[in-house]
T-cell receptor, first 113, second 109 residues
Framework: DTEVTQTPKHLVMGMTNKKSLKCEQH?????MYWYKQKAKKPPELMFV???????INESVPSRFSPECPNSSLLNLHLHALQPEDSALYLC????????????FGEGSRLTVL | GIQVEQSPPDLILQEGANSTLRCNFS?????LQWFHQNPWGQLINLFY???GTKQNGRLSATTVATERYSLLYISSSQTTDSGVYFC???????????FGQGTELSVKP
């Protein structure tokens, strides 16, 4: 099973809302990632978690708050977002941070009104 | 940081044609992956190929790590091959996968 599951697939939120994106994998991977992709652009790394600890934060604004409750789950909490934050948010996992193939979920398409 | 350049940026093919996509990178890498992003946004793993040659059906890939490039070959293209093909690398034993700008492929019937 090489599946990474993301929910919801689509999300529309206002600038004052609080929402969360969820990601789950059951491959026993110990590294999990959040990427952001704008239209017609490549994915860009936001956060890396390794063994449930935040390893990399690519200077992401604090209105994005990641959380890794356990080795299978990764959340991205959203608060006070701006319209320019509208994008496809992709979760990925790999066996470990420095080794192995990354597997991506289908993504959550976020629209901020 | 490492630079990843893909060529061509756009490619239009007639169904049944063959094509070669190229990925150049500016430093030694410990991971190189090819992905196909379908129109719904899903990134589909094609190859994990930091070095060597692999084949999977009509697709094959070769990475020459010493010369810092990788090639993706698509033979007998089908309309379902349409989408964006990304090359992505990581380096310095890190987990940060850096994507090239992609090649947008359109296969016409």
């Amino acid at each position: 099973d090489t599946e990474v599951t993301q929910t919801p697939k689509h999300l529309v939120m206002g600038m004052t809302n609080k929402k969360s994106l969820k990601c789950e994998q059951h491959m026993g991977h110990r590294a999990m990632y959040w990427y952001k992709q704008k239209a017609k652009k490549p994915p860009e790394l936001m956060f890396v978690y390794s063994y449930e600890k935040l390893s990399i934060n690519e200077s992401v604004p604090s209105r994005f708050s990641p959380e890794c409750p356990n080795s299978s789950l990764l959340n991205l909490h959203l608060h006070a977002l701006q319209p320019e934050d509208s994008a496809l948010y992709l979760c990925a996992s790999s066996r470990a941070e420095s080794t192995g193939e990354l597997f991506f979920g289908e993504g959550s398409r976020l629209t901020v009104l | 940081g490492i630079q990843v350049e893909q060529s061509p940026p756009d490619l239009i093919l007639q169904e049944g044609a063959n094509s070669t996509l190229r990925c150049n990178f500016s430093d030694s890498v410990n991971n190189l992956q090819w992905f196909h992003q379908n129109p719904w946004g899903q990134l589909i793993n094609l190859f994990y190929i930091p070095s060597g040659t692999k084949q999977n059906g009509r697709l094959s890939a070769t990475t020459v790590a010493t010369e810092r490039y990788s090639l993706l070959y698509i033979s007998s293209s089908q309309t379902t091959d349409s989408g964006v093909y990304f090359c992505a690398v990581s380096y310095n034993q890190g987990g940060k996968l850096i994507f090239g700008q992609g090649t947008e492929l359109s296969v016409k019937p």
